[in-house]
């Protein structure tokens, strides 16, 4: 089955750009052609066209005699920072860029199955417009499968609008299945939207660890082994990378330049990020798909809440798991926890097959449909 799938915009954030790739793959290796139908990328300009003489002066000026050297001084700043992601992207990737008149009801004739997930695709604050995410593009005429695997909602509660809850609730009833990444999604299936929702795996898990190391094969090696990828940097968070670096005597080295973008550095390659896991012997994180990650490559880690950006996410993950001890308070912290990875492996295959099993299961009975029509 041709079968088009819907998640966040790809652009520098590693965890939902690889989310994508392995729910791709998980999906071509049971026979079907996936795409993922994205919005069309322009870099409309940051300032008046008689102004930019005056912006390149002063790029041109700060890269001479600020320090600033790797800063491009003609090239679109975003375009530059997402220079290595979008190689990842585009050669790993089936996609469909849609401009804003695309996304309409004549997209059901070129595809038999219309997929959402994963990543939060349903937090209103990340998927705009909201209601894409529940396929409005699609008429009620149409006869297309629409499925969610590992949809995310983000938080414990619904942020959804009162006219959104309406609108959404009408359009997640024309689901065939759902399936959400978070226990909590299946309650606020249930209790806001009158549906019931498996609980899942998000897709970065269903693919093993061998997967992931024919992606990074060619890669040099870290230059360091405490692995630290923090999406939100405090005072407080850099002092604590430097006490643990200093008590475990390890050698810190940064997977994130999302600060230095300021600066004009481009983010690293998806690639270096995922060597990353292999180098490590601790990984030190703020987000999400890197506790994923390093469950995936069983190397110990501490994950620092960050409730801005979700916390039932870190909590959904590690009591699956029984990792919640991996979740720490910066001024209660105790140690580096001992982790049993024999045991979490076994959950992982367990949770990974009864979510593939699901899946299958799901997109067989409408090949059968599609087959006795």
């Not at 088009?4 to 790739?21: D, E, K």
């Not at 997640?172 to 999604?185: C, D, P």
């Not at 916390?311 to 699956?320: A, N, V, Y």
């Not at 798991?321 to 076994?346: M, T």
Request: glycine share 6%; aromatic share 12%; proline share 5%.
């Amino acid at each position: 089955m041709k079968i088009a799938i819907i998640t966040l915009p790809l652009n520098t954030n590693y965890g939902g750009i690889l989310q994508a790739y392995a729910l791709q793959t998980v999906l071509q290796r049971m026979g079907h052609d996936v795409q993922h139908l994205q919005p069309k990328v322009e870099f409309h300009p940051l300032h008046p066209v008689w102004k930019m003489p005056f912006v390149w002066s002063k790029r041109l000026l700060r890269k001479c005699f600020g320090g600033e050297w790797r800063l491009p001084v003609f090239e679109h700043p975003h375009r530059w920072i997402r220079r290595y992601t979008d190689v990842f992207i585009y050669k790993h990737i089936e996609m469909r860029p849609l401009s804003d008149e695309e996304w309409n009801a004549s997209l059901a004739k070129d595809y038999d199955v219309f997929m959402v997930g994963s990543d939060q695709v349903w937090r209103p604050c990340y998927a705009l417009p909201l209601e894409r995410y529940f396929f409005t593009f699609l008429d009620d005429t149409g006869s297309n499968p629409r499925i969610a695997y590992a949809a995310s909602f983000g938080t414990e509660n619904c942020e959804f609008s009162t006219n959104q809850i309406l609108d959404c609730r009408k359009l997640l009833q024309k689901f065939s299945f759902v399936s959400v990444r978070e226990q909590s999604g299946t309650e606020i299936c249930k209790r806001i939207f009158g549906v019931n929702a498996s609980h899942v795996l998000d897709p970065t898990l269903l693919l093993s660890k061998d997967d992931y190391l024919k992606l990074i094969q060619d890669q040099s090696p870290s230059k360091g082994n405490l692995m630290v990828y923090i999406l939100d940097e405090t005072p407080d968070t850099r002092l604590f990378i430097s006490q643990i670096a200093a008590s475990e005597k390890l050698i810190p080295f940064n997977t994130n330049y999302s600060l230095g973008n300021r600066l004009g550095i481009p983010q690293l390659p998806v690639e270096n990020w995922l060597r990353g896991f292999v180098d490590a012997k601790l990984i030190i994180t703020d987000s999400f798909h890197a506790c994923v990650f390093a469950i995936i490559f069983n190397k110990p880690f501490i994950c620092i809440g960050n409730s801005e950006r979700g916390m039932e996410r870190f909590h959904s993950l590690l009591d699956l798991f029984g990792l919640q001890h991996c979740l720490i308070n910066l001024n209660s912290f105790c140690g580096v926890s001992f982790i049993d990875w024999n045991s979490i492996n076994n959950r992982l295959e367990e949770f990974r097959e009864c979510s593939l099993k699901d899946l299958k299961r799901v997109l067989k009975t409408f090949e059968r449909g599609r087959e006795s029509n």
